[in-house]
Protein backbone atom coordinates (compact mmCIF):
# COMPACT_ATOMS: atom_id res chain seq x y z
CA UNK A 1 0.00 0.00 0.00
CA UNK A 2 0.60 3.24 -0.78
CA UNK A 3 0.81 5.19 2.59
CA UNK A 4 -0.69 4.06 5.79
CA UNK A 5 -4.46 5.61 5.34
CA UNK A 6 -4.77 3.74 8.93
CA UNK A 7 -3.22 3.93 11.51
CA UNK A 8 -3.86 1.38 14.61
CA UNK A 9 -1.65 1.53 18.01
CA UNK A 10 -2.20 0.28 21.55
CA UNK A 11 -2.03 2.29 24.34
CA UNK A 12 -2.75 0.11 27.12
CA UNK A 13 -5.99 -1.75 26.80
CA UNK A 14 -6.54 0.42 24.35
CA UNK A 15 -6.94 0.20 20.75
CA UNK A 16 -6.61 3.66 18.97
CA UNK A 17 -7.84 3.64 15.16
CA UNK A 18 -6.65 6.78 13.22
CA UNK A 19 -7.97 7.65 9.51
CA UNK A 20 -4.85 9.01 8.35
CA UNK A 21 -5.38 10.93 4.95
CA UNK A 22 -5.15 14.35 6.63
CA UNK A 23 -4.85 15.95 2.70
CA UNK A 24 -8.10 14.58 2.27
CA UNK A 25 -9.91 15.67 5.23
CA UNK A 26 -9.72 11.73 6.16
CA UNK A 27 -12.33 10.69 3.80
CA UNK A 28 -12.78 7.12 2.52
CA UNK A 29 -11.57 5.48 -0.53
CA UNK A 30 -11.31 2.16 -0.91
CA UNK A 31 -7.83 1.44 0.20
CA UNK A 32 -8.82 3.29 3.13
CA UNK A 33 -12.04 1.40 3.67
CA UNK A 34 -10.25 -2.01 3.28
CA UNK A 35 -7.30 -0.71 6.01
CA UNK A 36 -10.24 0.16 8.07
CA UNK A 37 -12.02 -2.96 8.23
CA UNK A 38 -8.19 -4.96 9.20
CA UNK A 39 -8.28 -2.70 12.05
CA UNK A 40 -11.30 -3.35 13.55
CA UNK A 41 -10.65 -7.05 12.91
CA UNK A 42 -7.31 -6.83 14.51
CA UNK A 43 -8.90 -5.31 17.44
CA UNK A 44 -11.92 -8.00 17.25
CA UNK A 45 -9.11 -10.82 17.51
CA UNK A 46 -6.57 -9.27 20.20
CA UNK A 47 -8.46 -10.57 23.56
CA UNK A 48 -5.79 -7.32 25.51
CA UNK A 49 -7.53 -5.09 23.94
CA UNK A 50 -10.48 -3.63 26.17
CA UNK A 51 -11.81 -0.77 24.41
CA UNK A 52 -11.43 0.98 21.04
CA UNK A 53 -11.09 4.93 20.68
CA UNK A 54 -11.47 5.79 16.47
CA UNK A 55 -10.37 8.91 15.49
CA UNK A 56 -9.00 11.36 12.10
CA UNK A 57 -5.61 12.96 11.66
CA UNK A 58 -5.04 16.21 11.29
CA UNK A 59 -8.13 18.62 13.01
CA UNK A 60 -10.53 16.59 11.39
CA UNK A 61 -12.76 12.71 11.99
CA UNK A 62 -13.62 12.32 8.38
CA UNK A 63 -15.27 13.88 5.32
CA UNK A 64 -17.31 11.17 4.34
CA UNK A 65 -16.77 8.75 1.14
CA UNK A 66 -14.22 9.69 -0.98
CA UNK A 67 -15.68 11.10 -5.04
CA UNK A 68 -12.73 12.18 -6.11
CA UNK A 69 -11.49 8.58 -7.69
CA UNK A 70 -14.98 7.84 -9.36
CA UNK A 71 -15.06 6.92 -13.12
CA UNK A 72 -18.36 7.11 -15.47
CA UNK A 73 -21.04 5.10 -16.27
CA UNK A 74 -19.82 1.68 -17.30
CA UNK A 75 -22.37 0.51 -19.77
CA UNK A 76 -25.57 1.38 -17.03
CA UNK A 77 -23.69 -0.47 -14.70
CA UNK A 78 -23.12 2.22 -12.28
CA UNK A 79 -26.43 1.47 -9.97
CA UNK A 80 -24.86 -2.02 -9.49
CA UNK A 81 -21.24 -0.67 -8.49
CA UNK A 82 -22.76 1.99 -6.18
CA UNK A 83 -24.64 -0.96 -4.77
CA UNK A 84 -21.76 -3.41 -4.46
CA UNK A 85 -19.82 -0.72 -2.90
CA UNK A 86 -22.03 -0.02 -0.21
CA UNK A 87 -22.88 -3.29 0.54
CA UNK A 88 -19.06 -3.93 1.38
CA UNK A 89 -19.03 -1.16 3.31
CA UNK A 90 -21.81 -2.25 5.36
CA UNK A 91 -19.54 -5.32 6.27
CA UNK A 92 -17.58 -3.42 8.38
CA UNK A 93 -19.60 -0.41 9.88
CA UNK A 94 -21.65 -3.80 11.22
CA UNK A 95 -18.29 -5.41 12.74
CA UNK A 96 -17.66 -2.19 14.06
CA UNK A 97 -21.36 -1.11 15.42
CA UNK A 98 -21.47 -4.98 16.63
CA UNK A 99 -18.07 -5.12 18.45
CA UNK A 100 -18.17 -6.54 21.51
CA UNK A 101 -15.89 -3.96 23.03
CA UNK A 102 -16.82 -0.36 23.98
CA UNK A 103 -16.05 2.12 21.10
CA UNK A 104 -15.77 5.56 21.44
CA UNK A 105 -15.19 8.05 18.45
CA UNK A 106 -13.48 11.37 18.66
CA UNK A 107 -14.14 13.68 17.07
CA UNK A 108 -12.26 16.64 15.70
CA UNK A 109 -13.39 19.31 13.10
CA UNK A 110 -15.71 17.59 10.41
CA UNK A 111 -17.20 14.62 10.36
CA UNK A 112 -19.53 14.82 7.18
CA UNK A 113 -21.79 12.42 5.57
CA UNK A 114 -20.96 8.35 5.58
CA UNK A 115 -17.67 10.09 8.29
CA UNK A 116 -20.75 10.95 10.40
CA UNK A 117 -22.33 7.33 9.82
CA UNK A 118 -19.05 6.12 10.81
CA UNK A 119 -18.76 8.32 14.26
CA UNK A 120 -22.04 6.72 15.05
CA UNK A 121 -21.46 3.73 14.56
CA UNK A 122 -19.71 4.18 18.06
CA UNK A 123 -21.24 3.44 21.71
CA UNK A 124 -19.71 6.98 23.01
CA UNK A 125 -19.16 10.05 21.16
CA UNK A 126 -16.54 12.69 22.23
CA UNK A 127 -16.32 15.68 20.10
CA UNK A 128 -14.02 19.02 20.58
CA UNK A 129 -15.42 22.31 20.97
CA UNK A 130 -14.87 22.75 17.02
CA UNK A 131 -16.52 19.42 15.47
CA UNK A 132 -19.10 19.90 13.04
CA UNK A 133 -21.31 16.83 12.48
CA UNK A 134 -22.84 17.24 8.50
CA UNK A 135 -25.28 14.76 6.97
CA UNK A 136 -24.22 16.79 4.13
CA UNK A 137 -26.07 14.05 1.84
CA UNK A 138 -28.37 16.02 0.00
CA UNK A 139 -26.03 18.75 -1.14
CA UNK A 140 -24.50 16.26 -3.65
CA UNK A 141 -27.83 14.52 -4.13
CA UNK A 142 -27.55 11.33 -2.25
CA UNK A 143 -29.36 9.90 -0.02
CA UNK A 144 -27.82 9.21 3.67
CA UNK A 145 -26.52 5.86 3.35
CA UNK A 146 -24.07 3.73 5.70
CA UNK A 147 -26.77 3.19 8.29
CA UNK A 148 -27.32 6.95 9.22
CA UNK A 149 -30.72 6.64 8.92
CA UNK A 150 -31.59 3.71 10.71
CA UNK A 151 -28.95 5.01 13.74
CA UNK A 152 -29.51 9.05 13.45
CA UNK A 153 -33.15 8.47 14.82
CA UNK A 154 -32.45 6.48 17.62
CA UNK A 155 -29.87 8.69 19.21
CA UNK A 156 -32.23 12.23 18.39
CA UNK A 157 -35.72 11.35 17.92
CA UNK A 158 -37.55 10.96 14.05
CA UNK A 159 -38.20 14.69 14.08
CA UNK A 160 -35.07 15.81 14.73
CA UNK A 161 -33.22 13.15 12.69
CA UNK A 162 -35.45 14.61 9.68
CA UNK A 163 -34.39 18.05 10.39
CA UNK A 164 -30.76 17.48 10.26
CA UNK A 165 -30.82 14.90 6.99
CA UNK A 166 -33.42 17.74 5.55
CA UNK A 167 -31.11 20.51 5.83
CA UNK A 168 -27.81 19.28 5.70
CA UNK A 169 -26.79 21.40 7.66
CA UNK A 170 -23.60 21.99 10.34
CA UNK A 171 -24.45 20.48 13.84
CA UNK A 172 -21.84 22.25 16.05
CA UNK A 173 -20.41 20.85 18.98
CA UNK A 174 -22.86 22.01 22.05
CA UNK A 175 -25.89 22.05 20.09
CA UNK A 176 -24.78 18.29 19.73
CA UNK A 177 -24.31 18.00 23.47
CA UNK A 178 -27.65 19.09 23.69
CA UNK A 179 -29.86 16.79 22.07
CA UNK A 180 -27.76 13.92 22.48
CA UNK A 181 -26.04 13.15 19.62
CA UNK A 182 -22.45 13.40 20.99
CA UNK A 183 -22.06 12.43 25.20
CA UNK A 184 -19.39 15.04 25.85
CA UNK A 185 -17.38 18.08 24.78
CA UNK A 186 -14.02 18.94 25.45
CA UNK A 187 -11.12 21.57 24.12
CA UNK A 188 -9.54 20.66 20.83
CA UNK A 189 -6.08 19.66 22.06
CA UNK A 190 -7.54 17.38 24.75
CA UNK A 191 -9.34 15.31 22.59
CA UNK A 192 -7.40 12.29 22.17
CA UNK A 193 -6.49 12.16 25.65
CA UNK A 194 -9.89 12.80 26.91
CA UNK A 195 -11.01 9.51 24.56
CA UNK A 196 -8.31 7.31 25.78
CA UNK A 197 -8.56 8.13 29.42
CA UNK A 198 -12.74 7.08 28.90
CA UNK A 199 -11.54 4.31 27.11
CA UNK A 200 -9.31 3.05 30.31
CA UNK A 201 -12.61 3.00 32.52
CA UNK A 202 -13.34 -0.29 30.69
CA UNK A 203 -9.50 -1.66 31.36
CA UNK A 204 -10.39 -4.38 34.36
CA UNK A 205 -14.53 -4.68 32.96
CA UNK A 206 -15.48 -8.09 31.93
CA UNK A 207 -15.59 -7.14 28.35
CA UNK A 208 -17.72 -10.12 27.68
CA UNK A 209 -19.74 -9.42 29.86
CA UNK A 210 -20.41 -5.93 28.45
CA UNK A 211 -20.19 -7.27 24.71
CA UNK A 212 -23.05 -9.20 25.15
CA UNK A 213 -25.00 -6.73 26.79
CA UNK A 214 -24.46 -4.53 23.70
CA UNK A 215 -25.31 -6.91 21.60
CA UNK A 216 -28.50 -6.93 22.87
CA UNK A 217 -29.13 -3.67 23.57
CA UNK A 218 -28.30 -2.87 19.90
CA UNK A 219 -31.39 -4.86 19.27
CA UNK A 220 -33.92 -3.30 21.83
CA UNK A 221 -35.96 -1.12 19.36
CA UNK A 222 -36.53 -4.36 16.60
CA UNK A 223 -36.87 -7.05 19.34
CA UNK A 224 -39.92 -8.07 20.73
CA UNK A 225 -40.05 -8.28 25.18
CA UNK A 226 -40.13 -11.97 25.06
CA UNK A 227 -37.46 -12.25 22.40
CA UNK A 228 -34.97 -9.76 24.43
CA UNK A 229 -35.86 -11.84 27.80
CA UNK A 230 -34.88 -15.19 26.09
CA UNK A 231 -31.34 -13.48 25.21
CA UNK A 232 -30.83 -11.96 28.42
CA UNK A 233 -31.15 -15.57 30.14
CA UNK A 234 -28.80 -17.39 27.81
CA UNK A 235 -26.14 -14.40 28.29
CA UNK A 236 -26.67 -14.91 31.78
CA UNK A 237 -25.91 -18.26 31.95
CA UNK A 238 -22.73 -17.69 30.19
CA UNK A 239 -22.20 -15.01 32.83
CA UNK A 240 -22.27 -17.11 35.68
CA UNK A 241 -19.95 -20.06 34.09
CA UNK A 242 -16.96 -17.70 33.83
CA UNK A 243 -13.98 -17.65 35.83
CA UNK A 244 -14.12 -13.68 36.02
CA UNK A 245 -17.84 -13.96 37.36
CA UNK A 246 -16.45 -16.94 40.02
CA UNK A 247 -13.51 -13.85 40.96
CA UNK A 248 -16.15 -11.00 40.93
CA UNK A 249 -18.87 -12.99 43.53
CA UNK A 250 -15.71 -13.92 46.02
CA UNK A 251 -14.64 -10.54 46.79
CA UNK A 252 -18.35 -9.34 47.14
CA UNK A 253 -18.71 -11.59 49.48
CA UNK A 254 -15.62 -11.31 50.87
CA UNK A 255 -15.32 -7.29 51.13
CA UNK A 256 -12.33 -7.41 48.82
CA UNK A 257 -12.01 -4.34 46.40
CA UNK A 258 -13.98 -5.54 42.86
CA UNK A 259 -12.25 -6.46 39.97
CA UNK A 260 -14.06 -4.11 38.48
CA UNK A 261 -15.51 -0.95 40.26
CA UNK A 262 -17.44 0.85 37.55
CA UNK A 263 -18.12 5.12 37.86
CA UNK A 264 -20.72 6.94 39.48
CA UNK A 265 -20.90 8.23 35.64
CA UNK A 266 -19.72 7.93 32.39
CA UNK A 267 -19.91 11.36 31.44
Same mark, same amino acid.
Given at each position: ?????????????????????????????????????????????????????????????CSGADLGGGGG????????????????????????????KPVISAIDGYA????????? =?? #? *????? +?? !?????????? @???????????????????????????????????????GLVHAVVPAER???? =?? #? *????? +?? !?????????? @?????????????????????????????????????????????????????
Amino acid at each position: MSENKVLFEKVGKTAVITLNRPQRRNALDEEAKAMLAAAIGTAREDRSIASVVLTGAGGHFCSGADLGGGGGDEEGEMPFIVRDALLGAHRWHAELMDLEKPVISAIDGYAVGAGLSLAL =AA #D *FIVAS +DR !ARLVSNFPRI @GFAPDLGLMYILPRLVGLARAKEIVFSARDVLADEALAIGLVHAVVPAERLRES =AI #D *FARRF +DN !APTHVLGMAK @GIMNRTFETPRHAMVQLETAVQGLCAASRYNAEAVRRFFAKEAPLYPGAQRLF
